[in-house]
Structure formats: C-alpha cells, structure tokens
DNA sequence: CTATGATTAGACCGGTCGTTCTAGGAGGAT
DNA sequence: ATCCTCCTAGAACGACCGGTCTAATCATAG
C-alpha cells in the first residue's frame, strides 16, 4: 500500500502520500513518520525537501486546491450552455461525493484541526477560486446580481460538502443542484 | 480567566471549561492538562468523573446539542407563523454567528479533529435534530414536499456556518436567509 | 578514480500526550 | 473522635510528536 513508484520525485511521493494520509485522517493525526513510512523516503529527505511539517501542510494543500480545481473544470467543459455549466457545477460535486473516499473538504477539516496562517491562507484561496468561478458562472447566465447568487450557490456548495462527508445519505449533490436551480431562475427572473 | 465558580460543582466547572477550550482551540489540541488548569481542578476528579478524555468530548458536544437547540428553539417563540418561524431558523443562526468567539460549527470541528465512534454518534444526533426540525417546520409552512426543502434548508444551514466561520463576510445568515425565502416560496407554489 | 551532493536508516532530543497512582487534606455523618 | 467520601497536588508512566544529527550508501560529474 506504501508509494513506492520509484518513477516518481521523492517529492511527488511525500507529496503523494501527504494528500492520501492527511485528507483521510487528518493533518493533525498524521505524523511525519507515517508520511514518510507510507512514501518509502528518509526523514532527511523530507526536512531537506520541505524543510518542517508546516511546509508538507501547505504544499499538500496547494496540490487539493489545483486537483479540485482541474476537476470542476474538467467537467464543466462537457456543457455548451451558461446555465448547464452553473448547474454543472453540482454534477461534478456529485462525482466527487461519489468518491468512496470522500469524507468532507479537505480545508474545512484543516481549518478545524490546524490553526495557523499557513493552513488559513491556502483555505481562503482555495474559497474564494470557489466564489470566483461561481460568480463568472452567474454572470454568464445573466443572473441579475451574479455576486449575490454566487454567495448562495457557495453555501449550497459548502453543504453538500459537509452534508456528503458527515450524513449517511447519497443525494447531497442532486438536493443542492436543485435548490441552485430554484435560486438560478429566480435571479434571472425581473425584481418582483 | 479561570472557571474558578465555586458554586459550581467540579463536573460543571470541567464541563464549562472544556466547552470553551474545546471549542476555542479544538478537542485533540487542547488537552487534559489544560482543562483541569482551567476549571481548577484535579486531574483525578477529571477522571473519576468523566473516565476519559474520549467521553468528556462526548459530554462537550452533548452540552453544544442542548445549548443550541435552546437557543434557536428559544429565538423561535418569537415568530407566530409558520413561515417566519421556519425562515427564523436563519435569524437565530445570524445571532449565533455574531458572537465573536464563533468559528464554525462545532460538530463539524470535531469530527474533522477526532474520528471515533462517539464523536461520530454526537455529531449524528445533532444532524438529526436539525433536519427534524426543518422538517417539521417545513410540513407546518406547507411545503409540498417538507423532506425536500428541508433537505435544502439544512445545506443552507451548512453552508452558513462554514462561511461565517472561514470567510470574513458577516452576511452568511443573510444570505442564507434570503436564498431559504426564495426555496421557501418555490415549495409552496403548484408543481410547474 | 575521485569528489560531491543527494539519499538512506535510524538513533536521539526535548516536549507533550492521556492515563494511573501515591499521598494527603477537607468536611460531613455517625 | 473516627470513618467515609470527595477532593487536592503532583509525580510517574509509556507512547508519540516534530525536528536534528550521524553515518553509511549511491549516482554522477569532473
């Protein structure tokens, strides 16, 4: 089970290991020499290549925001219309989700377990890519207040990520797609 | 700075002081030693007690259920119909993220912290709760489908909590508020 | 061949963790 | 006054933590 492929950096294999150990029991839990048991690389290795564990953190941390991001975006290619690719969102959420490894956001539960700058700074990026790309989203399907509905459709975001980690319920993803609709069409409808 | 209360006996002085540092800091950073410091008392009392740190976190969020289920049932009994008292849900929630010691929901804390059976179970409880709740008051404002939008409505609530505790934007409940408002009002109306 | 720099395994450090244990003090009931 | 119960302070335990250090090994460049 230990990261072994010796194709790969002793960097990409600490980094490897960090991104499986610390998402799937917690930054906090996980301790240096587990990481380097699971990558097959010297302690030295690590401080020589991070420098402290800190370091691992926000590396790990940059590398969930940049495999997210690619997914979400990844996916949404697959649909030609502005509303189809607000709503895709959802759907890549939900393919996510399906992961039976997923078990929460890797930067709410770091945030939880970690209180430092470091891990704060590499959670607040990563919210507002999220804010960012749902914004645009909004924008280019004519939402009246892109900025407002992107602020809800971040909070649907955020729980179907806390809902898929912690409910024992599989429709997180298809609940928060049809509410966004719901809140889609009522944005785009003129004021009331 | 201490729970020194000595009307108070040792279990509630224990009690207090691990819901404030638990809280605070997290359950796995804070530890025994620094909760009987607080409480003023003897690291036997702690254990003849409570037993083990494992069932004093079991008590902490125990205390959190009751506490804020009587805070948002308490703000409830202020509105007289349904529909403001299921929307209500999210006036309480802004109050609860007022406090300027709030930094997230705690349940999703300390599931993210510690990954046992107990916190698990505490965490269940609390969930169920919620989404009994909005059920019930979802059923109550008319909802055509109470299990749906309440299914809505706690994402919302999520969502909420998560960004009033990581985003620096005071208006989650707001926002949350509005956007149940619209779900609310589209539950209502005839199937489309 | 030799020298350099990276990598290895693993001992070691000081500190913290949850937990147990010893030894004794305070206060009420008999 | 004696007992019993609860409490106190704090030493001690074994385990683990992040981080440093030593020393040996290996590949490669000169």
Redesign the interface.
């Known amino acids: 089970m230990t990261t072994d492929d010796t194709r790969l950096s002793a960097r990409d294999r600490l980094l490897a290991s960090a991104d499986q150990l610390f998402y799937r029991?917690?930054v906090?839990?996980v301790g240096i020499d587990r990481i380097i048991e699971h990558a097959g690389v010297a302690k030295a290795t690590l401080y020589n290549t991070f420098g402290s564990k800190d370091e691992l953190v926000r590396a790990y941390l940059r590398s969930r925001h940049a495999s997210t991001a690619d997914r979400i975006t990844g996916a949404l290619q697959r649909y030609r219309t502005p509303r189809t690719r607000l709503l895709g969102v959802f759907d890549a959420l939900g393919e996510i989700f399906a992961d039976p490894d997923f078990h929460?956001?890797a930067?709410?539960?770091?945030?939880?377990?970690a209180?430092g700058a470091s891990v704060e700074q590499a959670?607040?990026e990563y919210?507002l890519w999220v804010r960012a790309l749902l914004t645009e989203l909004a924008e280019q399907a004519g939402a009246r207040s892109p900025k407002?509905l992107a602020?809800?459709l971040?909070?649907?975001?955020?729980?179907?990520s806390?809902?898929a980690?912690?409910?024992l319920?599989g429709?997180?993803a298809d609940?928060?797609r049809?509410?966004a609709t719901?809140?889609l069409d009522?944005a785009l409808a003129g004021p009331s």
């Open positions: 029991e917690g906090h839990t929460g956001c930067f709410v539960s770091a945030t939880s377990e209180h959670a607040a919210r407002t602020y809800q971040h909070l649907l975001y955020d729980g179907a806390v809902s980690g912690m409910d319920d429709r997180a609940t928060a049809t509410a719901v809140l009522a």
